[in-house]
């Protein structure tokens, strides 16, 4: 059976509801904490792409998704919880709604936009997901909700506290590198320019809004998942060339998105940022999986063919035959792209309260007492 190998899913939207909301006071206590919102693709996807137009290539609304802790599958692509939920939960914050609940739940503590298979790109996976671009739009919705809400003078006091956390690029990189592909459609460096000058263009767009504090998560060594392990297999490369293309990329993202954030703390006052090195840390658990408490680091629970890495699981994709592993925890992987609750909510704790080599200049605990 050939591999069918469709890469990262992270996605886009649109609020389908009306509000009529009168000014309403806040209490002291929902003041003080910070509200956190949420950008990116499926590491971070509540269930947004539950509500758009798209195929189940960029879902994962269906069993066994969401069976560790949820019960039910809530359209996260995972077994249970993300990193967004865990720091909402440390951050004494409610789990944070995705934009298309808003319209039923509180949304002062924040509101997560993140779509499975978004990119940094419009090009990326366009059609099937909510891009960057688009999620910002959504935000400046939910800005002009707030101040309905709220009163301009909270809101912006809400908006200036709040945190603001991005996984973005993955797919910008994955994508091109199809089962028919293996290269990006423009030269690497210039590929690599339009990624970042669109993840600043969106930062940028949530500053003239208010925000000032933002956190940015590196790239995973991709080259490393179960599904680029698996399409390396079947692309039947012997000098690893696919996976030096994806590496080199990897590599190039991480080492400017460092300088893309001090150029932007130089550009705009009050500008705060802080980078969460997930790349050392998800390549630390792969390397050595016992220290932190999994079994098997390189075969998926979730999916089927060599390292449960053809993307299959819960048979609502293409193809439909699949395997799930008896016992979630002894993995670091759920599916053959992303991480377990387990995983995440380890990689959340080291973001939360961890050392200057992983989490940097301010670990989120501190990060979210910073005043503006």
Request: proline share 5%; hydrophobic share 35%; with cysteine.
């Amino acid at each position: 059976m050939a591999l069918n190998l469709n890469l990262f899913h992270f996605c886009n939207f649109v609020l389908v509801a009306c509000f009529t909301c009168p000014i309403v006071c806040i209490s002291s206590h929902e003041r003080s904490q910070a509200a956190l919102f949420v950008f990116g693709d499926s590491l971070f996807d509540p269930g947004n792409n539950n509500y758009i137009n798209t195929t189940t290539e960029f879902q994962a609304n269906w069993w066994p998704y969401g069976k560790s802790f949820f019960k039910y599958p809530t359209g996260r692509f995972s077994d249970g919880r993300l990193i967004p939920d865990f720091i909402a939960e440390y951050a004494n914050l409610p789990l944070i709604p995705s934009y298309f609940e808003i319209g039923k739940q509180h949304f002062v503590h924040g509101v997560n936009f993140a779509s499975g298979g978004a990119g940094c790109l419009v090009e990326t996976h366009r059609g099937f997901v909510i891009d960057l671009k688009t999620q910002l739009k959504y935000f400046k919705n939910v800005v002009k909700l707030l101040k309905k809400k709220v009163g301009a003078r909270e809101s912006k006091q809400i908006l200036s506290n709040a945190v603001y956390i991005f996984s973005a690029g993955g797919n910008d990189y994955l994508a091109p590198f199809s089962s028919t592909n293996s290269t990006t459609p423009y030269p690497e460096r210039e590929y690599l320019q339009m990624i970042m000058g669109n993840l600043t263009s969106v930062l940028k767009g949530i500053y003239m809004e208010g925000g000032r504090k933002f956190v940015m998560l590196n790239m995973v060594p991709v080259d490393r998942l179960p599904n680029i392990q698996a399409l390396n297999l079947q692309k039947g490369v012997k000098d690893g060339d696919f996976i030096k293309k994806i590496t080199s990329l990897v590599k190039m993202h991480n080492s400017g998105l460092p300088e893309m954030l001090k150029q932007l703390e130089k550009q705009l006052p009050g500008f705060k940022y802080t980078l969460f090195n997930l790349f050392k840390v998800f390549s630390e658990s792969i390397d050595n999986p016992t220290k932190y408490g999994f079994k098997t680091s390189k075969t998926a629970c979730c999916g089927t063919g060599p390292f449960r890495g053809i993307d299959t699981c819960g048979g609502q994709r293409q193809v439909k035959e699949y395997k799930l592993c008896k016992n979630v925890k002894d993995n670091l992987f759920f599916d053959s792209f992303h991480p377990s609750e387990l995983a995440y909510k380890q990689y959340a704790e080291l973001l939360w309260n961890g050392t200057p080599d992983v989490v940097a200049p301010y670990n989120l605990k501190s990060f979210f007492e910073l005043s503006t």
